[in-house]
């Protein structure tokens, strides 16, 4: 058997990214409450690795989904009812339910321009423009009700250029190609990050993490698969996956956990044994990633975070945990499972 495999039962694809989503979970447990209990948290979890560790994911998955599809259009089929489902149903629930948590009048709720521009924006991946409910989570510390779907628009881009790379991979050579990508993404992304630090301009630190500072993860995704049977990658992989698995949890330079993020992902996923608990086979992931803000944001207007705040992560993570399996089973897999 190769080293690589992405066969659901052959990798540890799907536990990490569940770790990545736990963690970007607890992070937002304490960003979101401000609790000084939970503060710990912030010393030891980071969520814009998670994040990037997803793209490295959709680097290495995507072109090979794209390539293997018969056409363009079965692609983005594909790709649209893995993505779509619990998207807007999170943005619809988000948006009928958000009237149990608002100041406002059932009748000024739902007659407000504010809900229908939250699903409007919302429903095209254009959360920064409407990113709050009429009177939902206004004595909160943030009022977004779900401030982690700004990477979806991230990763439908990568969607629309898949058959860019690939045409251009196949035309001017992947060892040519992609390291052009990942020096102009990382640039783009460092200097970005520089003139933030320097001004405290927020706009940099948006831009930072648009594209295409965020290409630079997807296209290491991308040139794994190109180097994947090599003989020296693989041992490379296997003398540097567990470095890099204490570099991201130690204090180190921003830019060393960036570059040993691509090892520890793959090392973790196609090296070490295959990892079985119970829905391994099951991508929940997803689910638990979309939903997890608006139930901590609830909890912290409950007060759960102020009065006992390791109640109230427990019961986000329980809650975020059932409803991303209850996703799973009820919407996403049901709808690519339509796809046939």
Known sequence: MNLISTAKSYNNLNI????????????HCYALSNSESLKFLNNILNPDLAVQGFFIISGFLIPQSYERAKSIKEFYKKRLLRLY?????????????????SNFEVKQYFLSIQLYKYVAANAFFLNFLQQSLPGVF??????????????????VAFYLIVPIIVYMK?????NILYPILILVSLTYYLATKKIYSESGNEIYLFLSHQLPGQLFFFVIGAWFIECKDNVF????????????????FVPVFAI?????????????????????????????????????FPIIQIFVQLGYF???????????????ILLAICSWKFVEKPCLYSRA
């Open 16 to 27: 990490l990214r569940a770790f990545f989503s736990i963690n970007v979970v607890l992070y």
């Open 85 to 101: 489902p619990a998207y807007i149903t999170i943005i619809i629930l988000s948006a009928v339910l958000g009237v149990f948590f």
């Open 138 to 155: 206004v004595n909160n510390i943030f009022t977004a009700v779900n401030g982690s779907l700004w990477t979806l628009k991230i990763e």
């Open 170 to 174: 196949k035309k001017y050579k992947a």
């Open 233 to 248: 990658a693989k041992k490379s992989l296997k003398v540097i996956g567990p470095l890099a698995v204490i570099v991201l």
């Open 256 to 292: 060393l956990k960036i570059i040993f993020l691509p090892f520890f992902v793959f090392y973790f996923a196609f090296t070490l044994p295959v990892l079985k608990y119970p829905f391994y086979k099951d991508d929940i992931s997803y689910g638990l990633y979309i939903y997890h």
């Open 306 to 320: 102020h009065q006992q705040p390791f109640e109230g992560l427990f019961w986000s993570l329980c809650i975020t």
